[in-house]
């Protein structure tokens, strides 16, 4: 028999599993999941890279390398992020990470003891709840506006309780797509002086704009050390790859660094020299362009098709980039109520986002993933259901 498990640990179903069970049933149109496009993948120039590199390195390639990730790429991720406003920044400043999803569990580990207060965006990105879930915070939740994150309701939070971390998605949240705007990127930098948080700037989704103008990392505006940027090349380029970034001050890095030698000690050098091959060899901003153009494609027939055939009760975001198109239903309908077993399309209801209120009556819908036609035929069927059930809500 087995000893007990840690307190720390929940027995109940995993909820990226079950996400990824939504979006991996090909017998539905799945709306689910946070895929990119797979036909966008840039196969044959990574496998290019992998062989060039194999074929002109030595045997140290596949020999235990630096606990921070490969130097020359950390370099080549600083010059990508100065462009967003950061300054004095160079490869001491990045710690290469397995996905920024490794980022924040980090995080969560360096400063969270059970208890200790951490806000969250409602809604939020799962991964991050569930990173945050592990180490038995006291949850605090800030809601969603138009502009970004209410900081009014922030403030409130933590001028009446300690805080140590606040997670916000400022490009193109997930799950709503929400863009924070610039006076909010300065005053959530205001306030974490003021109050001694950390923030953990979460912004896999910049580089998908599809409409409108770039706008400054809240890191930027950070002069005390209380901003961690998180970055990674999943929405980018690959996934599968597993390659992130954490910017942030060298001396706070090497506490990172000695979390992480007691984890998996590394990332994989192996994959971190073939992007950087890659990167030598390919125009990584042309490949982003031709990204945005599908992607902003898929954006704009979403929500068109949703504009036509949602009943006029509801309403959904309307983002200039990222990956995702909130959806809100009439107060009185549940989401989870439409994905039954017989569902034609899947997606992720809300309740499961909102780590303290968890408002039942929305539901996120991935446009990246799915084609053209898949996205106006499954909108369509959407649309059905829930006309559906408010008739019967009604009867």
Not at 3 to 20: G, N, Y
Not at 249 to 278: C, H, K, W
Request: glycine fraction near 6%.
């Amino acid at each position: 028999m087995l000893p007990k498990i840690s307190q720390r640990i929940s027995q109940d179903p995993s909820a990226m599993d079950e996400l990824l069970a939504l979006s991996n049933n090909e017998q539905v149109i799945s709306f689910a999941a946070g895929y990119p496009a797979k036909e966008l993948f840039p196969k044959e120039q990574l496998e290019k890279a992998f062989v060039h590199r194999s074929h002109n390195s030595d045997l140290n390639l596949y020999q235990y390398a630096s606990v921070d990730g490969y130097a020359p790429l950390r370099k080549k991720i600083a010059e990508l992020v100065s462009r967003t406003g950061v300054s004095d920044i160079d490869e001491n400043n990045l710690f290469l990470t397995q996905g920024a999803q490794q980022g924040i569990s980090l995080l969560a580990d360096l400063f969270l003891d059970i208890g200790d207060g951490v806000v969250v965006e409602g809604p939020s990105y799962i991964g991050a709840l569930q990173a945050f879930e592990s180490r038995k915070p006291t949850f605090y939740e800030m809601q969603m506006q138009s502009d970004g994150p209410d900081l009014d309701q922030l403030e409130k939070i933590v001028s009446s309780h300690p805080v140590k971390l606040v997670y916000t998605i400022p490009t193109f949240q997930n799950p709503t797509g929400v863009c924070m705007s610039v006076a909010k990127r300065k005053r959530i930098v205001k306030l974490a002086q003021k109050y001694n948080f950390l923030i953990i700037e979460d912004d896999p989704y910049r580089d998908l704009r599809y409409r409108g103008q770039d706008l400054p990392t809240i890191k930027s505006f950070d002069q005390t050390g209380n901003v961690v940027l998180l970055g990674s090349f999943s929405k980018i380029l690959s996934p599968a790859l597993r390659v992130g970034w954490m910017v942030a001050e060298p001396q706070f890095l090497q506490l990172v660094n000695g979390l992480r030698s007691a984890t998996d000690f590394q990332p994989s050098n192996v994959v971190l020299q073939m992007i950087d091959q890659y990167l030598e060899e390919n125009d990584l901003e042309e490949h982003i362009n031709q990204i945005r153009e599908v992607y902003g494609q898929r954006n704009e027939v979403m929500q068109s098709t949703l504009a036509q055939y949602l009943p006029q009760d509801c309403s959904f975001s309307k983002p200039d980039g990222g990956f995702f198109i909130w959806v809100t239903l009439p107060q009185n309908m549940s989401a989870k109520s439409l994905l039954t077993d017989n569902s034609p399309v899947t997606f992720i209801e809300s309740s499961q986002l909102y780590e303290t209120s968890h408002q039942a009556n929305q539901m996120r819908l991935n446009f990246t993933g799915v084609s053209e036609q898949q996205i106006k035929t499954g909108c369509k069927l959407l649309a059905k259901q829930i006309k559906n059930i408010r008739l019967a809500l009604t009867a």
